[in-house]
């Protein structure tokens, strides 16, 4: 499959910008890449819209192929797509009891990621209560219990004979009794979606205040996974879901359709079967699966270190010969702020040991910042130009003071004069031969 998109975008290489053409022809691709990731169809329609729209009149980046450009901006918007940033389940404080009922269809993992949970909220120093709100299957609240013994957690039941609520209010009076500050409720799945299973979920929802709802569902039921999680958020609206049994070879579109689809953030990955095997999502790690192109993404980053390392390479030689204005200036800190900000840089620079407490943030160069973009072009090619009426209007444009302007550009100036100095020493002008 991934060389099935390859040899499309190779043929959009040699080419320096993206029309409208190359986008489309290589979006096509993209979209047969993700239905066959089991995205859904009309996820796929929006998204391929999105990049699109984002991807024509687009420069190509330096050293990247348009084919890998437009990859990067599929990346980029798959990560978009599923939240970019990993989601904890929200609790309340230890003082309270946080109640999450768990939902989804018979065989997601609901048990099993239950007991998984509890064994993360242990490791967080919570008290968690499983409750056995399966009342249809014997051997469900047996393989709670076996799995709640497993982790060192209490499992609360009450047979079969209690409505699912009522166990699960009582679960509640035993945890406040016993000092457990998490209840969650393992319920009672369907084969498929339907009235029987959703009233049981809305009566506990109706009586009991649930914290957090959330969807347990299987990843390798591929399209169908949609279905479930919209009719899930639209009968007893979620919070969250959690997709289980990635550990399989499903490529996980389900995850991208089901974050489209309810709005609902990704919480966890089941890995496996073992009570450990439950990972933080993490978006990124997500959309290159879908993608199936983790080398082609490799290609990318690497490409864009190369990029950085020739714009040094350049700045070095205007370095070198004091050409630099203040256009390079503002190159630099986007650069600085690009690899992590002046502290990542600091803490990446072998023995500089920074000290705990160290208090830098980028906020200094804010106010440079400001200064240079008041400037016209042309004065920032050429600082010469600024004469005092210039300043004037400068500080105007970025609402500081006058002497904040002076001190940049004399700064600036005094920097220029020591790189002269520097170049001319390196370069042996002027001195005897040997001295460096
Ligand atoms: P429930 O009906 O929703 O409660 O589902 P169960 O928790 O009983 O799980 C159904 C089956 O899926 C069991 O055999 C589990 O061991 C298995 N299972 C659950 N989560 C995962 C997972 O992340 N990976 C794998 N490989 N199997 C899983
Ligand atoms: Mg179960």
């Known amino acids: 499959l991934s060389e099935k998109l390859q040899n499309v975008f190779k043929n959009l290489r040699s080419k320096g910008r993206l029309t409208e053409e190359d986008v489309k022809a290589a979006l096509k691709e993209v979209k047969m890449a993700l239905l066959e990731a089991d995205v859904n169809f009309k996820v796929v329609k929006n998204f391929v819209k999105t990049v699109q729209e984002r991807a024509v009149g687009q420069d190509v980046m330096n050293s990247l192929t348009p084919g890998q450009m437009v990859i990067k901006l599929v990346n980029e918007e798959l990560v ?24 989804g269809l018979q065989g997601a993992g609901k048990t099993t990621t ?155 990955v089941g890995m496996g079967e073992k009570l450990s095997d439950l990972e933080q ?48 200036f503002l190159e630099q800190i986007g650069q600085m702020k690009k690899m992590g900000g002046i502290k990542s840089i600091l ?24 200064i240079i973009y008041s400037m016209t072009p042309e004065e920032r090619g050429n600082p010469a130009l600024i004469n005092p009426s210039r300043k004037k209007r400068i500080a105007k444009g970025a609402g500081v003071d006058i002497a904040e302007v002076n001190k940049l550009i004399k700064q600036f100036e005094q920097s220029r004069k ?7 020493m390196m370069s042996g002008k002027g001195k005897k031969k040997g001295r460096f």
């Open 347 to 370: 803490g990446m620079m072998p023995g500089m040991g920074l000290p705990a407490d160290l208090d830098i943030d980028d906020d200094v160069f804010k106010g440079t910042e400001a």
């Open 80 to 103: 978009n797509l599923m939240g970019s940033e990993t989601t904890e389940i929200a609790l309340k404080p230890s003082n309270e009891i946080t109640v999450i009922m768990m939902c």
């Open 114 to 268: 239950t007991a998984k949970i509890a064994g993360k909220l242990k490791q967080k120093g919570r008290r968690p209560l499983l409750a056995a709100c399966d009342i249809y299957r014997p051997a469900a609240i047996e393989q709670l219990k076996v799995n709640g013994e497993k982790q060192g957690v209490e499992v609360f039941s009450m047979g079969t004979s209690h409505k699912p609520v009522d166990i699960a209010k009582a679960a509640i009076e035993h945890a406040a009794a016993h000092n457990e500050n998490v209840v969650i409720l393992d319920t009672a799945g369907r084969l498929h979606v339907d009235e029987d299973m959703m009233g049981e979920l809305q009566e506990i929802k109706e009586n009991i205040d649930i914290d957090q709802t959330i969807l347990v569902v299987d990843s390798m039921t591929g399209q169908d996974a949609v279905n479930v999680a919209k009719t899930f958020h639209e009968k007893i609206e979620i919070d969250g879901v959690i997709l289980t049994k990635l550990d399989g070879d499903t490529r996980g579109g389900a995850a991208l359709s089901i974050r489209a689809v309810t709005g609902c953030p990704i919480l966890y």
């Open 281 to 328: 999502f993490y978006p990124d790690r997500m959309a290159s699966r879908i993608l199936g192109m983790g080398d082609v993404l490799t290609l990318i980053e690497k490409a864009e270190a190369e990029i950085d390392q020739d714009k040094a390479r350049e700045m070095e030689k205007k370095f070198r010969k004091a050409e630099f204005d203040f256009n390079d």
């Open 418 to 424: 020591m790189m002269k100095q520097m170049s001319g």
